[in-house]
């Protein structure tokens, strides 16, 4: 019997031989994409990737640690802003920048992290909310950060040499980026801080009287979570090629959690997908209007009974709907979907 005699076992990336074909397809796969798909499919892995990345470092603080954020709009905004200014103003090379926005980010998570060891549920949700609104209003209103106009993002290019304008060139670099850090997150959470963050998520009484240190994990699933979202936001910027205070709104955040909460709580395979399928969902529900037959009905729809530009809002109709029904017909959202398909198969036929 294969028995583990040490928890670092369980960072072992493959087990078997099977795993690991399939992990090499996986790469050959990512890797031969942008060469086979064009120019708008690209785009859309690049914001599926980025979104994933978020969903990740959320999901540590959500789904891990137990605790509620309603302002990581905030914390993807200054990634986004400090990357920005970073190369733009003091012409830091892209990395360098990058890491900057994912390190102030994670400052200011822990900062935010100091109040959620007195506030717990629907409270912390408002605190987090206020500061990701506060954020944004403060980034708006502030004319070195470009005001309500916002910031053109600068020319980016890879350790100083490389110049990298298209969209399969950030490809490369996001989806590297997001593997790289989606590992990490899995090893990280196999580790004693992950099994803090557990035990603070079932019961932060019993974590304390283990021995767990609230105050320095609480804080830090923080500053981790944002982390992620601060690198995500810097990615964000050169893959849009401008940022405005505007775009890192209340609904920002809301879907976010609602990315989370659809691929499946507490795991990073769920992570990965709800930040991919609603990030599909959304970029093919905004066009909703080009659908074959649909799109016409609801056109017809639209221009007699609402204005002509309720049509946009039919996308959100039905985003709400689509995670409203998964929530209730599946509370483990597309993780649980996909263990219930696994475990249907290996039991096949019977």
Known sequence: ??????????????????????????????????????????????????????????NILVGYTGQISLGH????????????????????PFLIALLGGGI???LFGFILGLPALRLEGPYLAIATLGFGMAITQLIGRWGFFGGRMGMQAPPLKLLGLYSVSSDRGLYFIIITITFLLTLAARNLLKTKVGRAFIAIRDSDIAAQTLGVNL?????????????????????MAFMLGFINPSSFNFILSIYFLAFVIVGGVGTIFGSIMGGAVMTWLILTLDKIQDIPYLGKLLMTVS???????????????FLGLIIVLIVVFEPLGLYGFWIRTKIYWKTWPF
Do not use: C
Not at 19 to 45: C, D, E, H, R, V
Not at 73 to 92: C, D, N, P, R, Y
Not at 303 to 317: F, K
């Open 1 to 58: 019997m294969d028995i583990k005699r040490d928890y670092y076992e369980d960072i072992q990336l493959l087990d078997s031989k099977m795993l690991w074909f399939w992990f090499l397809m996986l790469i050959g796969a990512l890797l031969t994409f942008p060469f086979l798909a064009s120019n708008y499919y690209i785009y859309m892995a690049n914001y599926i990737a980025i979104n994933v990345l978020v969903t990740v470092g959320l």
């Open 303 to 317: 221009e007699n009974w609402m204005s002509v530009t309720g049509i946009h809002n039919v996308s959100s109709i």
């Open 73 to 92: 709009a905030g914390f993807f905004a200054i990634g986004a802003f400090t990357t920005v200014l970073l190369i733009s103003k003091l012409s830091f």
């Open 215 to 235: 105050t320095y994990y609480k804080t830090l699933a923080f500053a981790i979570s944002a982390f992620y979202t601060g690198i995500a936001g810097g990615l």
């Open 104 to 106: 102030l980010s994670a």
